[in-house]
């Protein structure tokens, strides 16, 4: 059922998303604001896909993963402490 108001971008939930796992970002950044990149992911059925998404959703989807985000995804973080421990150099 759709949700009946937006959900903040910083928010980490991705709905009705079957990723996981991210196979590959590409090193090259669009260096809008927000900043964009293709990411080559697999969903859980097996089949890998290639999209342009912007940092945000990058972002959160390292965060629903529990994986270590990239330090360049890093500017989209929420003002948070907890969110420290998953940053990488």
């Known amino acids: 059922m759709p949700r009946k108001y937006p959900i903040p971008p910083y928010i980490n939930v991705i709905e009705d998303d079957l990723i996981v796992e991210i196979e590959w970002i590409e090193q090259t950044c ?4 927000i900043c964009q990149h293709n990411v080559r992911y697999t969903t859980k059925s097996g089949t890998s896909h290639t999209e342009l998404m912007n940092g945000i959703k990058i972002y ?24 420290e421990k998953y940053w990488i150099s």
Do not use: W
């Not at 669009?30 to 604001?33: F, G, N, R, T, V």
């Not at 629903?64 to 969110?83: I, T, W």
């Open 30 to 33: 669009l260096q809008s604001m």
């Open 60 to 83: 959160n989807i390292f965060q629903k993963l529990g994986k270590s985000c990239p330090f360049h995804f890093m500017r989209y973080v929420p003002k948070n402490p907890e969110a």
